[in-house]
Nanobody
């Protein structure tokens, strides 16, 4: 239904910043909710951040709150994840995800219908 194309991953030193982008194309949801998740080697996929269809409400994992910022540009059907003060332990494959509006838990991967291909973020110590 919706194709998600990510960009912005790469290699950065600890304390540095990266901005991830995820552009949605194809048939859109009426009120799209976006989320960012990540998966490190040997670990389960975990919630990072999400944003409501209006962009007014945002949610963050405790581990990234104050350092990461999620935003969206509905005119471009694009969601962003600004990552500041990156740490070595933030190294992971980052995925964007999308779903139509619902009251489902925003932090659960299984509540999202569409997923991007993932982009590698590597933070050197």
């Amino acid at each position: 239904q919706v194709q998600l194309i990510e960009s912005g991953g790469g290699l950065v030193q600890a304390g540095g910043s990266l901005r991830l982008s995820c552009a949605a194309s194809g048939r859109p949801f009426s009120r799209t909710v976006f989320g960012w998740f990540r998966q490190a080697p040997g670990k389960d996929r975990e919630f990072v951040a999400s944003i409501s269809w209006s962009g007014i409400n945002t949610y963050y994992a405790d581990s990234v709150k104050g350092r990461f910022t999620i935003s969206r540009d509905n005119a471009k059907n694009t969601v962003y994840l600004q990552m500041n003060s990156l740490k070595f332990e933030n190294t992971a494959v980052y995925y964007c995800a999308a779903r139509g509006y619902s009251s489902a838990a925003y932090y659960k991967p299984r509540e999202y219908n569409c997923w991007g291909q993932g982009t590698q973020v590597t933070v050197s110590s």
